[in-house]
């Protein structure tokens, strides 16, 4: 089935080339985004890091300093009613909250520096909770007010200062790691700008390879089946694309080729039905030749008799019995150039009767070629028309000369014969010799004027190839020559012409040199 040569489809093709396109430019987004999304994480960390620690920075040592102050001069306010103020913060509560956030920091903080000295907070914190308490503890047994102020001067606010210095500290070395972050970021950034660039050129090359390499199994394809077609549309149905992508375009290919195939066993049928149809007219139209030389020569031999000549009537009926014999060769459309020079010898000795007064003829072929094959009727019709158009309009004695000689060639494939047919009659003048040129070159049907003469040369080229047939020669008031050359074929042998008249080639006709005697 068609479809199981389809192993990659050509939709498949086109996802993978868009792909091969988008994948990597996705990578690469995703990759900066991500990277972006970290960066501004760390920064977000950092920043809230810095506001929390900040506003302690700002609100702690305040608070803390004047509820113990109010705590130490007050003797309305105590830890258990320090709330009720409304203005005043336990001071426990502060230093819990304090320790908490701390310890998230500590938590969230990688900056090694930043971590020492939110550690040393908690110890002051920790150490702060203590005095908180020796504080509290002498509220509670009463008269130690001045040691009490002694501790708020000489421990609380020194390590409420203390605890400044360190979120201070901490603060300094946050914005320090902002600054180390940027500086991370920038090179970061130029890390990227140069990966995105060698990825990009790799990705560019990449997808140009593979695009190239998707897109030609695509085009090339198409290019060859376009080449295909136009010649196939030319006439050359030999040719065959030959396309191994298992897609749609094999398939395509394929259904090209049997289509390429089919028409030229169609075609070749239809020349070949066309040749024979034109040997069958060829042969009618020849058919339609020998009726009339009959019924003169019945005229002849019925003269013969009346004129008390019997005699001569009866080598008439012996010669036009011998004539249709060969005529008819038992079917055969090749003869021996022995039968054909009989045939002419028959046909010229019946004519000679008749024309007694003004023909002579000499027949002057070469043994050697007796054993060649020839179309059947190839010299009579021309020796008819060096009769009828030559000699008979001389209104005097004529002769009519046929000969013929073997011309060597390069090898014995290349042997020709060269058959003349040359009389000295009325002739014709060099525009009349073109024109019958003109004329016998043409199909046999199409002829106007030398259909004898059309007929036979139609005749050799469909059998022997279009470098054969024939040329004329004449002068006016000297006669005319008719030559044709043929392939030098013994009669048992296949006729070369015609087989390469079969296999479609074609040639120009040659120019005839050598002399007729």
């Not at 929390?52 to 113990?68: G, P, V």
């Not at 819990?96 to 310890?103: A, I, M, Y």
């Not at 001045?146 to 914005?175: S, V």
């Not at 036009?320 to 000795?349: A, D, M, N, P, Q």
Request: proline content about 2%; glycine content about 6%; charged content about 25%.
């Amino acid at each position: 089935m068609e479809t199981e040569k389809i192993k990659y489809p050509l939709k498949n093709k086109l996802i993978v080339l868009v792909l091969v396109a988008m994948v990597p430019i996705l990578y690469v987004a995703i990759y900066l985004i991500l990277a972006l999304v970290n960066y501004s994480r760390a920064y977000d960390q950092i920043v809230n890091s810095m506001l929390l620690a900040n506003a302690y920075n700002i609100n702690f040592k305040e608070e803390m300093d004047e509820s113990l102050y109010k705590l130490v001069v007050s003797n309305n306010i105590t830890f258990g009613t320090i709330e009720e103020d409304g203005t005043l913060k336990d001071p426990y509560k502060l230093i819990d909250e304090l320790r908490t956030e701390s310890n998230n920091l500590l938590a969230m903080t990688t900056d090694r520096e930043s971590r020492v000295w939110l550690q040393s907070l908690l110890r002051n914190v920790d150490t702060l909770r203590d005095r908180v308490g020796d504080i509290r503890a002498n509220q509670e047994a009463e008269g130690q007010y001045e040691k009490n102020i002694d501790m708020l001067y000489n421990d609380i606010y020194i390590l409420t200062e203390l605890i400044q210095d360190d979120i201070q500290y901490y603060i300094y070395y946050q914005t320090k790691s902002i600054e180390q972050l940027k500086i991370q970021l920038n090179k970061e950034v130029e890390r990227v700008i140069i990966i995105c660039i060698l990825l990009g050129g790799c990705i560019v090359a990449a997808v140009i390879l593979i695009t190239s390499a998707i897109l030609n199994s695509i085009t090339k394809p198409i290019q060859e089946l376009c080449g295909i077609t136009s010649r196939i549309a030319e006439g050359n149905f030999s040719d065959r694309v030959r396309v191994q992508t298992e897609d749609e375009l094999e398939v395509l290919s394929d259904s090209v080729n049997d289509m390429s195939e089919n028409l030229e066993v169609m075609v070749h049928q239809i020349k070949e039905d066309e040749r024979k149809m034109r040997y069958a007219e060829l042969r009618l139209l020849q058919e339609q030749i020998n009726p009339h030389f009959l019924y003169n020569t019945l005229d002849t031999i019925v003269w013969l008799i009346e004129g008390d000549d019997p005699d001569k009537a009866v080598d008439v009926v012996v010669a036009l019995s011998e004539f249709f014999r060969l005529v008819l060769s038992k079917g055969k459309e090749t003869i021996s150039i022995r039968e054909e020079k009989e045939h002419i010898r028959g046909y010229l000795e019946i004519q000679q009767v008749r024309y007694q007064d003004i023909l002579e003829y000499e027949i002057a072929i070469s043994p050697e070629l007796y054993s060649y094959s020839i179309l059947k009727l190839t010299l009579q019709p021309l020796v008819e028309n060096s009769l009828y158009h030559g000699i008979k309009y001389k209104r005097a004695k004529g002769k009519i000369w046929v000969t013929g000689v073997l011309q060597r060639g390069a090898s014995p494939e290349e042997d020709t014969i060269l058959l003349c047919v040359q009389d000295n009659g009325i002739g014709l003048d060099a525009d009349e010799v073109r024109r019958l040129q003109e004329e016998i070159a043409k199909p046999c049907k199409e002829t106007e004027k030398g259909f004898g003469l059309a007929n036979v040369n139609e005749r050799i080229r469909m059998n022997y190839g279009m470098e054969y047939g024939m040329t004329i020669e004449s002068q006016k008031g000297a006669g005319t020559k008719v030559s044709i050359v043929i392939p030098a074929v013994k009669l048992s042998e296949p006729s070369a012409g015609k087989l390469l008249w079969e296999s479609g080639q074609a040639g120009s006709a040659e120019d005839i040199e050598g002399e007729c005697v």
